[in-house]
C-alpha cells in the first residue's frame, strides 16, 4: 500500500530523510515513532504531495502522490499544525470537502462529531486545540480514505477523546481495509494498536519489524549468584559467548539482564550454572526500542513516555 524507498530530503543543506526505506502493509496500523526532529512529519508531507523528494520514492497505491488528484482522493492527512482550518465552523469545512472528495459521507461526519461532542456550527479558532483535532479527524474520516496519514493525533486530547479516535482507526481497518500511518514521539500510545512499527532516528529507518515480533529474541533475566560475584561474572561471560548480553545492572546480589538470542540457549545456561535466583521477565516493547537504538539517553527516554 504505502511503499517509500530510498527517500532523501534536504532543507537548505540540512538532510532530514537520509535514505529512508518503509514498508506499510494494506490494511495495516504503522506506528511511524521517533524523537522531535527525527524525520516522521518530513515522511508524512512527502507521502501526502506536500513536499517533493530530493531522491529517492514515495508511493501509495504504486504511485507517486504529487499533483495526483486520483490518489489524493483516496487519501486523508491530517498534520500536526492545524491552523488553516481556523477560519471555517465544522459545517463551512464540510459544504467545502464534500465538494473535494468523491466518497464524502455526510453520516460518518455527524456520527463523530456528535460522539466528540462538537458544535458544528462553531468556528474552529475558538475549539481547543484538542476540539480542533476532534474536528479534523472527523473530516478526515468522513472522506471514506482508503489510507489515512496522521502526524501525531492524539497529542493533547484527553484519555477519553484519545481512545475514541484509536477506535475509530481499529474500525475503519477492520471494517474497510483502511490503511494508517501515524507518527508520534511516544511509544506507549502505539503499542496497543499498531500491527507494525517503523523506529527513525535523525532521518534514518533504525528498525522495522511487525508489532508481534519487536520482542522475540531479547529477553531481560533476573539473576543471582549470592556473594560470589566472580562466578558470577565468569557465568555472564560465558553467557556472552552464547547470546549477546547487552546490559548488566546491580541491585544488592541481584543482577538484571538484557540478553538477546534463544531462549532454549539460555535455559541450558540456567541448568549449567546453577544460579540462586534465575527469572525470565518479558520485556516491554519501550525496553526493546531503548536497547535496539543502544541507549537511555534523554532523546531516547523522551520516545517512550
Known amino acids: 500500500m504505502i511503499k517509500v524507498s530510498g527517500l532523501v530530503k534536504d532543507f537548505d543543506g540540512f538532510r532530514a530523510l537520509d535514505g529512508v526505506d518503509m514498508d506499510v502493509p494494506g490494511g495495516s496500523i504503522y506506528g511511524l515513532v521517533g524523537t522531535n526532529g527525527a524525520g516522521k512529519t518530513t515522511i508524512l508531507k512527502l507521502l501526502a504531495g506536500v513536499l517533493s523528494a530530493d531522491g529517492g520514492k514515495a508511493e501509495i497505491f504504486g504511485m507517486p502522490v504529487g499533483d495526483n488528484i486520483r490518489v489524493k482522493d483516496r487519501i486523508a492527512f491530517i498534520p500536526d499544525d492545524l491552523g488553516y482550518y481556523s477560519a471555517y465552523s465544522m459545517n463551512e469545512a464540510e459544504r467545502l470537502l464534500r465538494g473535494l472528495y468523491s466518497r464524502w459521507d455526510a453520516e460518518t461526519f455527524g456520527g463523530i462529531a456528535s460522539a466528540f461532542g462538537l458544535d458544528r456550527g462553531q468556528k474552529l479558532s475558538r475549539f481547543s486545540k484538542g476540539m480542533r483535532k476532534q474536528a479534523v479527524f472527523a473530516m478526515a474520516l468522513a472522506t471514506e480514505p482508503d489510507c489515512l496519514l496522521l502526524d501525531e493525533p492524539i497529542d493533547g486530547l484527553d484519555p477519553v477523546a484519545r481512545r475514541k479516535v484509536w477506535e ?138
Open 168 to 305: 475509530h482507526i481499529v474500525g475503519a481497518s477492520a471494517d474497510r481495509g483502511m490503511t494508517t500511518l501515524v507518527s508520534s514521539h511516544n511509544l506507549r500510545e502505539m503499542e496497543g494498536f499498531c500491527d507494525r512499527i517503523g523506529i527513525i532516528d535523525h532521518g534514518a529507518m533504525k528498525l522495522e519489524r511487525e508489532l508481534d515480533d519487536m520482542t522475540s529474541g531479547i529477553h531481560k533475566l533476573q539473576v543471582s549468584f549470592g556473594a560470589e560475584r566472580d562466578a558470577a561474572k565468569g557465568a555472564y561471560d560465558e553467557l556472552d559467548t552464547r547470546a549477546s548480553v547487552r546490559k548488566i545492572s546491580s541491585v544488592g546480589s541481584v543482577d538484571y539482564l538484557i540478553v538477546k538470542g534463544e531462549r532454549d540457549e539460555l535455559l541450558r545456561w540456567r541448568d549449567e550454572k546453577r544460579p540462586l535466583v534465575f527469572d525470565m521477565v518479558p520485556m516491554t516493547l519501550e525496553e526493546v526500542f531503548v536497547y535496539e537504538l543502544g541507549g537511555e539517553n534523554d532523546a531516547v527516554k523522551s520516545i517512550i513516555g
